[in-house]
């Protein structure tokens, strides 16, 4: 083999070698970097056959990923699991904010305080002092119920704007993925660094939503739901949108609106959300808010509470006297409320502005004295009088708080456990893909030792070559 052609094979090799540098350099370099998995250079070994005129050496077969495909797809599996519970965590966490536990302050004590003051009443039913205090509770009573219904509205809106967001945070992601697609098709190649941001992009939106992703043949990636509905398909994006609405047809016509996740299309596809951020939220809204406040098809806890309690109320004293005189007027209701619409109960109960202490009617249909206020103080421990599913009104509220702290509980574990599942199965694909800084000191010290030597074979090669040139004799 001549010295031309050694001279030859060692500069391939010095190339190959600072390419493999290179890489090395580049890993370490984006370590850090969401999304990049480590690179290595594959090196082959070229055929030796000095006879033949093969001069050896060493060749680049290109790069190679340590990106394990199913441990990304376990990472974005569970990262979709940890959004819900993060979405319907924060959602619940709101509604209970509502409700004290301990039945201290809000509807428990106002109730409580309108209870006390119907078996005072009870006691004197002619006393103005005892009939004033009736008047002035009940009053409150409404006042607070409207309170926690214009608070929990709140609350609706608001978390119908975090689902707002969240759709807005996907498209956008969507975006990212459509462009890191565009650019890769142009690329031709394999690409670390759109590599690493496709990745990056993929397991952010894992959180947000649940999704199928689809590696195509020219290396870009499809992104659909999970009934097929496309979000991204190569250079095309296909944007999602969030709406409120009352369902046509519905019985309740003011009630707060479903909130629905709709296809570039405009086709209904809230079914298919199920993970990620936004499937919690959601959850939250049309299951948990919607229970409370009402919906299109159902009234609502809060709507149920209101109206039984102001009908049960309004029953008694409509069906006794003022006084026990002869030709005594008949009791007036207590509450009024806007009965058009299920749903609107809580929110626009009221004292009747005809109630007077001396339109109290503590007289029952039987000509008791005091026969409607001790049935109406009754109502703090007996179900008979109108309490809702064989419970006093006070337990059917409590049971409603109790309802929604326990979903919030529930999501908070989750959460928490979650996380702890997200973490390993993270670890677990770093593990096999993400930059080792030792492993890769290794590899730069092995790499700077080869391209060393093959320097220095390139300049004894040329020492040689330069005094073979000089040997030869000038004519």
Do not use: C
Request: aromatic share 4%; proline share 3%.
């Amino acid at each position: 083999m001549s010295l031309f052609a050694s001279l030859e094979t060692a500069g391939q090799a010095l190339n190959v070698y600072q390419q493999a540098l290179n890489t090395v350099q580049n890993n370490i370099t984006n370590a850090n970097t969401p999304g990049f998995a480590s690179q290595s250079l594959n090196l082959a070994a070229q055929p030796f056959d000095e006879v033949g005129g093969l001069a050896g050496g060493v060749a680049s077969r290109g790069l190679q990923s340590a990106r394990d495909g199913y441990a990304e797809q376990e990472v974005q599996r569970q990262m979709s699991t940890l959004g819900f519970f993060q979405g319907q965590a924060q959602a619940t966490g709101s509604i209970a904010s509502n409700f004290d536990p301990s039945g201290n302050t809000g509807v428990p004590a106002a109730l409580n305080q309108l209870l006390q003051s119907f078996s005072a009443w009870s006691v004197t039913p002619n006393d103005p002092a005892t009939q004033q205090q009736v008047l002035a509770n009940a009053s409150s009573f409404a006042t607070t119920v409207n309170a926690l219904a214009s608070s929990l509205s709140q609350q609706d809106q608001n978390i119908q704007s975090q689902i707002v967001n969240t759709v807005q945070q996907i498209n956008t992601l969507a975006g990212q993925i459509q462009q890191i697609n565009i650019a890769q098709a142009q690329n031709q190649r394999p690409d670390p660094g759109l590599d690493a941001q496709m990745h990056s992009a993929l397991q952010q939106l894992s959180g947000l939503a649940n999704f199928s992703e689809i590696k195509q043949s020219d290396g870009t990636v499809s992104i659909v739901l999970s009934s097929g509905t496309p979000l991204v398909i190569g250079n095309k994006q296909y944007s999602i949108s969030a709406t409120q609405l009352v369902p046509t047809g519905s019985a309740n016509t003011k009630a707060p609106p479903t909130s629905e996740i709709l296809d570039s299309n405009g086709n209904q596809i809230t079914a298919q959300i199920t993970g990620g951020q936004l499937g919690g939220l959601l959850d939250a809204h049309n299951r948990v808010m919607a229970s409370i406040l009402g919906d299109g098809t159902q009234a609502g806890s809060l709507n149920i509470f209101a109206k039984n309690f102001a009908n049960t109320v309004n029953g008694i004293l409509t069906s006794g006297k003022v006084s026990t005189a002869s030709g005594a007027a008949n009791g007036l209701p207590m509450f009024v409320y806007d009965n058009t619409d299920a749903t609107v109960t809580a929110g626009s109960l009221a004292i009747n502005p005809a109630l007077t202490t001396a339109t109290l009617a503590p007289v029952d249909s039987s000509g008791n004295s005091n026969g409607n206020a001790l049935q109406l103080a009754s109502l703090a421990t007996s179900t008979a009088s109108g309490g809702i599913g064989g419970q006093t009104f006070g337990q059917y509220f409590a049971s409603m708080a109790q309802f929604v702290g326990n979903q919030n509980s529930m999501a908070t574990t989750n959460l928490q456990s979650q996380q702890q599942i997200v973490t390993q199965a993270e670890s677990q694909r770093d593990a096999v893909s993400a930059v080792s800084l030792d492993a890769q000191a290794i590899q730069l010290t092995q790499y700077q030792n080869s391209y060393q030597a093959v320097a220095k074979l390139i300049n004894t090669l040329s020492t040689l070559t330069e005094v073979t040139i000089n040997m030869v004799p000038q004519g």
